[in-house]
């Protein structure tokens, strides 16, 4: 995540993130340490603000859309497997 957000392309999954937060698509990152630090945090604060996001939406219907896609995305893949 640290990676991405600070355009460190050392391998090909994050070279991969940095060309679509290039090209303005979708990202959607899941994050699996918890409990959160700081670092972690700020690591995050500085990926929302590279994606901007329209004023006219609230917060419910981008979480709505948010986890839509995530739940979209994961039964595409098991229908793949």
Do not use: W, Y
């Amino acid at each position: 995540m640290s990676a991405i957000a600070t355009g460190i392309s050392s391998n090909l999954i994050v070279r991969a993130a940095d060309v679509i937060l290039k090209e303005r698509r979708k990202l959607i990152l899941l994050v699996r340490e918890m409990p959160f630090h700081l670092g972690h945090l700020r690591t995050m604060t500085a990926l929302a603000e590279m994606a901007p996001l329209s004023p006219r939406q609230c917060r419910d219907s981008i979480t709505n859309q948010k986890l839509s896609s995530i739940l979209s995305t994961i039964l595409l893949i098991v229908f793949l497997i």
